[in-house]
């Protein structure tokens, strides 16, 4: 579970590509148009309706395999997106996560404590050594 949610943390939150930046801030503009135009918010809640089902089946997986705690994949889906949405757009606007603590986060999320080291925790070993 750690490794997977590092990867989501490093590719979409931390350190995105191009594409993925340009995607992300597509999708924030898509919703920013939602708020006042009823068609496209009908497109983009059709769109957001399909991701969550998606992610929804894999978190039911995930609970079946016992990665996370059994709830509702529906309402972790939701939550998960929110909050990688959020960090991403937090790394954005102020660069101070690293893929550790970002995988941290989403294991919280997911009602998992990952135990990753911290770039600070690696900071405060090598200044006390």
Same mark, same amino acid.
Request: no cysteine.
């Given at each position: ?8 943390? %490093? ?7 191009? !594409? *993925? ?5 597509? @999708? ?14 009908? /497109? #983009?809640?059709?769109?957001? /309706? ?10 039911a997986t995930w609970m079946r395999d016992g990665l996370v705690p059994p709830g509702d994949p529906v309402t972790m889906a939701s939550a998960f997106r929110a909050v /990688? ?10 660069? #101070?996560? !690293? ?5 941290? #986060? ?8 990952? !135990?990753? @080291?911290? *770039?600070?925790?690696? @900071?405060? @070993? *090598?200044?006390? %050594?």
């Open positions: 579970l750690a490794g997977r949610l590092q990867a989501v943390a %490093a590719r979409v939150v931390v350190h995105p590509s191009e !594409d *993925t930046r340009a995607l992300l801030a597509l @999708e924030r503009e898509l919703w920013r148009l939602a708020g006042r135009d009823p068609a496209v918010a009908a /497109v #983009v809640r059709a769109r957001s /309706v399909e991701a969550r089902e998606r992610m929804a089946q894999g978190f /990688v949405v959020g960090l991403e757009m937090q790394q954005r606007l102020d660069p #101070v996560l !690293d893929v550790a603590g970002a995988a941290a #986060v989403l294991g919280l999320v997911l009602g998992r404590q990952i !135990d990753v @080291e911290t *770039t600070e925790q690696r @900071e405060r @070993e *090598t200044r006390s %050594a």
